[in-house]
């Protein structure tokens, strides 16, 4: 079992439309959980940190629920620059600083 | 400011030699980081720098596999005796600090193809 899965889609939706993502993880220790956006060919870029009390940065809210060990990414308003894939990532509890990723969550935002 | 850089962006290789890919992280940034990505994938942790010292190198699949940083900047990741399974995007990161929600900052990765 993957330390870290996401449907990966592609997940097709409209301008302006509100799509969301879940992701779960397998460790009930995991520590720090981020949401990273790739864009085709591009190298990774962090999008957002999600925190326990989960946080909301614009049109974008990410969410944590330990207790099904899952998080989500809730984009609300679909742009066509949202257009990437949304990768889920991971450490664990007494070695942060080994990341898991999951493989991405395509998203397609179409005029 | 510069972000991280990586060289070569492409290497083709023939099966059996070995490659040398440097990274040269965001000046001043304390934790390195390599990964491997395969298509379709995310990156998947190859090892781990803390200033000079590789913290932690449980991610590199074989010991064909070796990285170093001798002076806790620049850093280059080696394969010896290279094989067609190795083909892969790899990438690598910096973070300026090493602690539990570090923002991490790839390069353009370096594309290996191993024939």
């Known amino acids: 079992r993957k330390e870290v899965e996401q449907d990966p889609g592609p997940f097709n939706v409209p301008e302006g439309a509100t799509v969301a993502f879940n992701c779960t993880y397998s460790?009930?220790?995991?520590?720090?959980f981020f949401w990273y956006r790739q864009d085709c060919r591009k190298e990774p870029k962090l999008l957002m940190s999600v925190y326990s009390s989960g946080n909301e940065d614009g049109r974008f809210t990410a969410q944590l629920n330990r207790a099904s060990q899952y998080i989500s990414l809730l984009i609300r308003d679909s742009k066509l620059s949202d257009s990437a894939t949304y990768l889920c990532v991971v450490n664990w509890e007494g070695n942060f600083n080994k990341f898991y990723f999951g493989s991405g969550t395509k998203l397609n935002v179409k005029p | 400011g510069a972000g991280v850089s990586q060289s070569p962006r492409y290497k083709v290789t023939k099966r059996g030699q070995d490659v040398a890919l440097r990274c040269d992280p965001i000046s001043g940034h304390v934790s390195l980081y390599w990964y491997r990505q395969a298509l379709g994938q995310g990156p998947e942790f190859l090892t781990y720098f803390n200033y000079e010292a590789q913290q932690d190198k449980s991610g590199l699949p074989n010991d064909r596999f070796s990285a170093e940083r001798p002076e806790g900047s620049i850093s280059t990741l080696t394969i010896q005796r290279t094989e067609q399974r190795d083909s892969a995007m790899y990438r690598c990161?910096?973070?300026?600090?090493?602690?539990?929600?570090?923002?991490?900052?790839f390069g353009p990765g370096t594309r290996l193809t191993v024939l």
């Open positions: 990161a910096s973070s300026l600090y090493s602690g539990e929600y570090n923002e991490q900052f």
């Open positions: 460790n009930s220790a995991s520590q720090s």
